[in-house]
């Protein structure tokens, strides 16, 4: 089993290093007492979903064995599902979702929907494993804000067929009753027991791009059911959508009452992920369930107030809400009854392992009682009294789980929602969406499992680096022309995040959930992720080389963060302007002028703005949106994070050879006509004399050199950005983010050649005592997260120091080329001038490399 993890700040494997899993025929895997051998079209697979963004999926095979599709069970396996000749199902169904067989049986794994609603759409994340009924947890923007609590993989696979999604079913045929519960793990496959599995439930996981199914076929109960999901696309609201079929695949009529939705939902609070996880209980205090109508139809989970030991009270608002409704072929549906009362659906039995209260009334008897939701977590599950199904017939439970900031907005949802074919529209669109965004990737090979894996490593780098998306097409002339020819036409990369996920627990994930939605990102895994953007998207231009060499500091490091771009329009006139141009009323346009002269936006903050400003605009938002950017100037920002890794400009020579393969004209213009800015962050790096220690060795017999608390916040540095700050919102602005002239004057500027030579003349100064490795004096070493130590072994890297000589080598190539001065920072001559006396003075004294190195290095 290949397994490919990332640390905190990531790195993708090359197709090389992939190329093992799929050369060979036939890979031979030992186990004690057998031999199993993969095809080389299983090694492909897990090839695929290791550096896929299906997260750390593996395919297992040999030891644990599927148990094979018997005849009794074939007749309610669906046509999507094709069965081999050995009575196994094969990889992939006829919509090239990836087919995990009795996947609750199988060892763990964790993965995700890639929280992707569309460029006007708002966003939901939402991460699955192979246990219950898949989705482990989901929620809003963080893992702060959750409507199911977010959980380390490891307790996630525990505690997801508890609190996660349940479906409890009780029914009625041929005059005997009973009661299941669908995906229970009280029923779930051993695949090692010699023991006849096949009076148990058959389960299989469809693992697709932008959604995942689970199914059970229930041959002792003749019922199948499938449970579908994925993150609501193109709306103005954010959910998750989950879409519940049960078919009677008996012999003769059934009656059933069912009981389907969530266990645990957490409420509006503010951030709660820390209170969760230590004062849950004290937590429970706030927590309510209100109604935004009439009955239990629409159930608003909020806190009365944030919670908070402090002077100042806040009133909480927004709420989570669950709208659920029995889907009809012809004509629009009627809300479902939520039962949001835990007790009423599980009694006294507080692990939630058996539906006590199910069992002792029916759901007719549970919706006739008074419902509790105040101090307490509380439940969401759609209630479906009594249907009769005949043979082959199927009932389906659609559900909502999403956010508004005011109750009143959720009847309005819930109008929308409940349109017939909604639904399934929207399902469908989820999917061609992904393979929208994939397009231009598409390849048509005789493999087609190749062909899927060129996709999803595309989405993968995607979220990732984001995609670029081209604005201020305002006129043809924009419209043909990349972002270096036309100052009108910018680069906004949508759908980027940090890669935060179960398994990576440790990294903290950011989505925004609005229009354009985005998050910040790591520097390595967005750079990396860009190198090929303007090859997909020449329109670009050099607009990723300029933005990553303007993150370049005066001391030739980067911050660690990398947010979205941001706009400002600097003439106040041009604002009102276009705000007269694009709203119907005189007070929209007054407010969206004094929007657009406040500072600087992007665009998902723009439109959440004239959201809930109540702005009122009569442009599309497309053409508005356009004419907006095109009269704005962009700026990159970022943020410092924490240290300065050793590798973040390893990746600059990367991006610029690929411009050049499009734009081979453009070189000179490039490094020679451009001015960037000098990135300024409140981390200086401590000289030697304060950051080297001299401590105990581990055995305690001598004494070692080490470099601990390698940078330091700098109060001057502090001092000279807080002058930055507003009188009047105490925000800094975004000018304090850049390298100044002496005195607070106007952002210091260098052309991209002249940062490039500044980077190649301090790296070069910065190797160890023995002029090899490029010294790791930032307190950070390269991507490989195994070498954290090796910065407080006073280490140094190698692989920085072959960057370094394709760095100089480039930057000698186009100072030959096209003859110009190199204008460099005066500061930066002087330090030239003391590297080049040293290394005089180095000469002079006949020193001679020796052929053996004396000391371990």
Same mark, same amino acid.
């Not at 186990?31 to 090694?43: E, M």
């Not at 051993?190 to 006849?196: E, M, P």
């Not at 109960?221 to 103005?236: A, D, F, N, Q, R």
């Not at 401590?695 to 080490?706: A, E």
């Given at each position: ?98 087919v ?32 219950g ?5 989901f ?80 041959? @002792?109960?003749?019922? #199948? &059911?499938?449970?579908? /999901?994925?993150?609501?696309? $193109?709306?103005?609201?954010? %959910?998750? *959508? ?42 429970e ?6 109604? @935004?109508g009439?009955? #239990? &139809?629409?159930?608003? /989970?909020?806190?009365?107030t $944030?919670?908070?030991?402090? %002077?100042? *009270? ?30 009423a ?43 009769t199904l ?15 900031d ?84 910018k ?54 080389v ?5 993150f ?76 907006i ?13 924490q ?26 213009t ?34 070692h ?13 502090e ?24 005195d ?27 002029g ?35 760095l ?15 204008v ?34």
């Amino acid at each position: 089993m290949q397994s490919y993890q990332n640390g905190p700040e990531g790195g993708t494997k090359s197709a090389n290093e992939v190329a093992p899993l799929i050369e060979d025929d036939y890979t031979e895997f030992h186990a004690p007492g057998r031999q199993v051998f993969l095809s080389s079209s299983v090694k492909l697979v897990l090839g695929i979903l290791a550096i896929s963004g299906i997260g750390t999926l593996a395919l297992i095979t040999g030891n644990f064995r599927n148990a094979p599709i018997i005849d009794q069970n074939a007749s309610i396996v669906p046509k999507d599902v094709e069965v081999s000749s050995d009575g196994t199902l094969k990889l992939f169904d006829a919509a090239d979702r990836y087919v995990l067989e009795d996947y609750d049986a199988k060892p763990t794994f964790s993965s995700f929907l890639p929280a992707v609603a569309g460029v006007y759409g708002k966003p939901v994340w939402s991460f699955y494993v192979n246990r219950g009924q898949g989705v482990a947890s989901f929620g809003f923007v963080s893992k702060d804000y959750p409507i199911l609590e977010f959980n380390a993989a490891n307790k996630a696979y525990q505690l997801t067929p508890y609190i996660g999604f349940r479906t409890f079913v009780k029914g009625t045929r041929d005059g005997k009753e009973f009661i299941t519960e669908p995906f229970s793990p009280a029923t779930t496959r051993d695949l090692d027991s010699t023991d006849d599995q096949d009076t148990l439930p058959k389960r299989i996981m469809f693992v697709g791009a932008n959604e995942f199914e689970i199914r059970e076929m229930d041959a @002792a109960h003749g019922l #199948t &059911t499938s449970v579908k /999901y994925i993150v609501l696309p $193109e709306e103005t609201f954010g %959910a998750l *959508v989950r879409r519940t079929n049960i078919t009677n695949t008996g012999k003769s009529p059934v009656t059933l009452s069912v009981l389907d939705g969530l266990a645990q939902v957490e409420p509006v609070g503010g951030a709660i992920d820390w209170a969760l996880k230590n004062m849950g209980r004290t937590l429970e205090g706030w927590m309510g369930v209100y109604q @935004a109508g009439e009955g #239990t &139809t629409m159930p608003y /989970y909020r806190m009365s107030t $944030e919670p908070g030991d402090a %002077a100042s *009270v806040k009133i909480e608002l927004a709420g989570h809400y669950v709208l659920s409704f029995l889907e009809e072929s012809d004509s629009n549906s009627t809300l479902l009854p939520i039962v949001y009362d835990s007790n009423a659906v599980f009694g006294r039995d507080t692990t939630l392992l058996e539906p006590d209260g199910l069992k002792s009334s029916s759901v007719s008897d549970i919706l006739s009682r008074p419902q509790y939701g105040q101090a307490r977590t509380s439940s969401a599950f759609a209630t479906v009294e009594e249907i009769t199904l005949q043979p082959g017939e199927s009932l389906s439970i659609a559900s909502f789980y999403g956010k508004t900031d005011h109750i009143e907005e959720v009847e309005p949802i819930a109008n929308h929602i409940i349109r017939m074919g909604y639904v399934e529209e929207k399902f469908q669109l989820a999917r061609d969406m992904i393979n929208e965004l994939t397009s231009s990737v598409e390849t048509n090979t005789t493999n087609h499992l190749f062909d899927g894996a060129v996709k999803q490593m595309f989405l993968d780098n995607s979220l990732r680096g984001g995609i670029p998306m081209i604005l201020g097409d305002v006129d043809a002339s924009a419209k043909y022309s990349n972002y270096d020819e036309d100052e009108r036409v910018k680069v906004f990369h949508v759908f980027s995040r940090i890669h935060g996920d179960l398994e990576r627990d440790y990294n903290a994930f950011y989505i925004d959930d609005t229009y354009f939605s985005q998050g910040q990102g790591n520097f390595r895994d967005v750079a990396q992720n860009r190198r090929d953007d303007v090859t997909f998207t020449p329109r670009i231009g050099s607009f990723d080389v300029q933005m990553f060499l303007a993150f370049i500091q005066a001391d030739a490091y980067e911050p660690l963060t990398v947010e979205a771009v941001i706009y400002f329009i600097n003439d106040k006139n041009v604002a009102a302007q276009i705000a007269a141009e694009s709203t119907g009323d005189p007070k929209s346009a007054e407010v969206l002028t004094n929007v657009l002269n406040g500072g600087p936006f992007r665009p998902g903050q723009l439109f959440q703005l004239i959201d809930s400003l109540g702005i009122i605009i009569t442009t599309p938002k497309e053409q508005f949106i356009d004419k907006i950017v095109s009269a704005s100037t962009d700026l990159p920002m970022a943020t410092f994070g924490q240290g300065y890794w050793g590798d973040h400009w390893d990746y600059y020579i990367d991006l610029i050879n690929s411009y050049l393969a499009i734009y081979p004209d453009g070189e000179e213009t490039l490094m020679y006509d451009r001015e960037l800015r000098y990135f300024f962050s409140t981390a200086t790096v401590k000289p030697r004399s304060e950051k080297y220690v001299l401590t105990l060795t581990f055995d305690g017999k001598s004494y070692h050199v080490l470099q601990l608390d390698a940078t330091e916040f700098d109060t001057d540095k502090e001092a000279e950005q807080d002058r930055f700050r507003s009188k009047k919102t105490g925000i800094v602005s975004f000018d304090a983010s850049w390298q100044r002239t002496k005195d607070g004057g106007s952002a210091f500027t260098s052309s991209p050649i002249a940062k490039l030579f500044l980077l190649g003349s301090i790296k070069f100064a910065t190797r160890d005592a023995y002029g090899m490795g490029i010294e790791y004096e930032g307190g950070r070493p390269g991507w490989n997260d195994a070498m954290n130590g090796l910065p407080g072994m006073v280490g140094s890297g190698m692989p920085e120091t072959f960057e370094l000589h394709q760095l100089l080598t480039y930057v000698k190539r186009v100072v030959d080329t096209y003859g110009r001065p190199v204008v460099v920072p005066a500061e930066l001559g002087e330090m030239i001038t003391s590297v080049n006396d040293a290394l005089d003075e180095l000469e002079a004294s006949g020193f001679v490399e020796p052929e053996e190195l004396t000391f371990d290095v």
